[in-house]
């Protein structure tokens, strides 16, 4: 990762959405971004939640999909997958973003979200469901298993 890719990272509970379907996306996570930049690309994402991209962020991740190659149809659905559910999301002066409540749905998300800094992403989820995800995750026996640290 070069010295000007954003890193996202920190954990961001309790952020309401209002009527519009819309979030504030933390100061942090904000002034991660790149000078300049006022627009997210929102997708459906792994373990059922959603990820926003910088813009560079989102073009890398197409070439990896890109090169991929399409002759496979588990590849063609991936790229349908995030291809199709991207949606881009412009910030407000507010740190506003609007997200597609089409996206929100999709996991689960109602009147409230929590955002989390993944690096190169962050990741947008229901708060129940990013409970459990985390209160399910053995940090040491993944280490370990992964030969890590």
Request: hydrophobic share 40%.
């Amino acid at each position: 990762m070069s010295d000007n890719r954003p890193q996202f990272f920190g954990e961001f509970e309790n952020i309401p959405i209002d009527a519009k379907n819309r979030l504030i996306v933390p100061a942090p996570l904000r002034n991660a971004l790149p000078n300049g930049v006022t627009s997210i690309i929102v997708t459906q994402w792994f373990d059922g939640c959603l990820a926003a991209f910088d813009p560079e962020g989102w073009r890398q991740l197409i070439d990896q999909l890109l090169s991929m190659g399409h002759s496979q149809v588990k590849t063609r659905q991936l790229v349908r997958k995030m291809a199709g559910s991207a949606s881009e999301v412009k910030l407000d002066r507010q740190g506003r973003a609007l997200i597609p409540r089409k996206r929100l749905d999709s996991v689960g998300i109602s009147d409230r979200a929590t955002l989390t800094g993944m690096i190169d992403k962050i990741e947008i989820w229901d708060p129940d469901r990013y409970n459990e995800a985390q209160d399910n995750t053995d940090l040491e026996g993944i280490a370990e298993e992964l030969e890590w640290y």
